[in-house]
């Protein structure tokens, strides 16, 4: 088992670089999550970046005991919360998408807080790997078929080929502009970014082109070091970050299952009483919208009787896939990440990159439902402990069924005490009060079986969630942690 640590991300090269900062400069999980952070904008350029909106990381800190929340969300602009906000159609691509990008400075505040490791070296292998280039492989070619890209010039020519048509697998992909403004952010910290010319350079275009991000709400932005929420759920304590993220409806769906011994795993019977637990989180989630006082509320002591007695409750759904990615790191001294960042509800967000800078723009603005609203999130990077000592950290992308997919993990860890890898490879299903969604290796007679009980049964297909669900599993020992890492195989995740 390496003793160094691990690090499980959706793109191997992102994984090798975040893991050079354990063996090569005896860093920490937390060093090595954020130099995986950034590499994973250059690899995987159509889920997270520099551009995008933010994320959150929950981060376990073994010699002080304490788990800690870095929440970088984002804001939405002065200049849209000054005036009349446009339905969701109109800002979910192009300049008016873009929200302020929280994923500097959030990287930032993890470093300044937690991290051992120079703040260069962390970003040098990202600038590395857009000098040389990649190579395309078939989650990205997928990636550049997202219908929306194609309108925006300087987007076309960053990932593009020279008749303007989507790069392949196999092609190679250079990014210089981005190299350049990796190195300047390397060299002079997020200042740059939030404060000076990379920063201008951003509003200019954003403004030049009808979008409302101004250099006040860069030069204001600040991320937040936050306390987590947490429950007990049968013997293991699992954390996650407050408020406006996923975290506060995977809790309340397990804290309804707490005291259920569950049916044979992805039986028909089990998977009826998680998805009724999950109805039920759902339609709480829709009416709180992450309200702290309400969140604590339905984190309290639940159980799942009377629901066992009922049906599905239905409600309405939500939307129907996701592009975020995340990170698992672990290291020797049993630090934990969950980190989860984004773009936002599409493939490379708004679709905009800035020209000269390499930078893709999220679309964050698509997430705020009105004026006074935080942006309401699926983000849930997890971390468990069991015992006091470190049990997992996992997480992934996948929109509305980021909280399902991390929900069911657990229970295949805890319940019913599968390894990481069998838990990342199980049957997803996924239930928010409309279909019960089931990949199709379910038998024919279980889901007859849920028909019959009332559940309208549609295929969870990969493109729903796409996206690597990532996570590391802590067994502790006299000599110290041992290490099982897992990528879900559906996908071209890697770990190291």
Not at 50 to 73: P, R, S, T, W
Not at 194 to 217: A, F, K, P, R
Not at 355 to 360: A, E, L, S
Not at 410 to 435: N, P, Y
Request: overall charge neutral; some cysteine; proline content about 6%.
């Amino acid at each position: 088992m390496p003793e160094q640590g691990l690090v499980s991300a959706a793109h191997p090269l992102a994984a090798k670089a975040g893991k050079t900062m354990l063996t090569d400069h005896h860093g920490n999980a937390i060093d090595a999550a954020i130099a995986t952070a950034f590499a994973l904008g250059v690899v995987d350029p159509g889920n997270s970046g520099i551009g995008g909106y933010g994320g959150m990381a929950v981060i376990y800190l073994a010699e002080e005991k304490k788990v800690q929340v870095v929440d970088f969300n984002t804001k939405l602009p002065l200049m849209a919360a000054a005036g009349n906000l446009e339905p969701p159609a109109q800002r979910k691509t192009g300049y008016k998408a873009i929200s302020v990008p929280g994923v500097v400075s959030g990287l930032h505040m993890m470093h300044k807080h937690f991290g051992s490791v120079d703040w260069k070296n962390l970003i040098s292998p990202s600038i590395k790997l857009a000098k040389e280039g990649i190579t395309i492989n078939q989650t990205l070619e997928e990636m550049l078929r997202e219908p929306h890209i194609k309108n925006f010039p300087h987007t076309v020519h960053e990932f593009f080929d020279q008749n303007q048509k989507p790069l392949k697998k196999g092609d190679r992909l250079t990014r210089p502009d981005l190299a350049n403004t990796l190195e300047a952010i390397s060299l002079h910290g997020p200042h740059i970014f939030y404060e000076g010319q990379i920063g201008q350079t951003i509003v200019d275009d954003i403004q030049n082109n009808g979008g409302y991000l101004s250099m006040e709400d860069l030069t204001s932005y600040r991320p937040a070091l936050k306390e987590p929420i947490n429950i007990h759920y049968k013997g293991y304590d699992i954390f996650g970050p407050p408020d406006y993220s996923g975290s506060f409806t995977m809790m309340q769906t397990l804290m309804l299952l707490k005291d259920a011994e569950l049916p044979p795993n992805r039986s028909s019977p089990m998977i009826h009483t998680v998805a009724k637990a999950m109805g039920r989180a759902w339609k709480d989630r829709r009416q709180v919208r992450g309200d702290k006082k309400s969140v604590l509320h339905l984190l309290k002591e639940n159980t799942m009787n009377p629901l066992l007695e009922s049906g599905p409750i239905h409600s309405k759904p939500t939307d129907q896939q996701g592009h975020t990615t995340h990170v698992s790191t672990a290291d020797s001294k049993g630090n934990l990440v969950a980190l989860t960042l984004t773009h936002g509800p599409l493939w490379f967000g708004s679709g905009i990159t800035i020209p000269g800078t390499g930078i893709v723009m999220n679309n964050g603005m698509v997430l705020f439902r009105s004026k006074g609203h935080e942006a309401l999130t699926n983000l849930t990077p997890t971390i468990v402990l069991h015992e006091d000592n470190p049990f997992l950290t996992i997480g992934t992308p996948g929109a509305t069924k980021i909280i399902t997919l991390v929900t069911t993990s657990l229970i295949d860890l805890i319940d019913f005490q599968v390894s990481i890898k069998e838990a990342l490879s199980q049957t997803r299903f996924h239930f928010e009060g409309d279909c019960l969604y089931i990949e199709d290796d379910i038998p024919a007679y279980a889901r007859m079986e849920l028909e019959t009980i009332g559940y309208r049964v549609k295929p969870l297909k990969r493109s729903d969630y796409y996206g690597p669900a990532t996570g590391i599993k802590v067994t502790k020992t006299e000599n110290g942690y041992l290490f099982e890492s897992a990528v879900d195989p559906r996908f071209e995740g890697g770990y190291y």
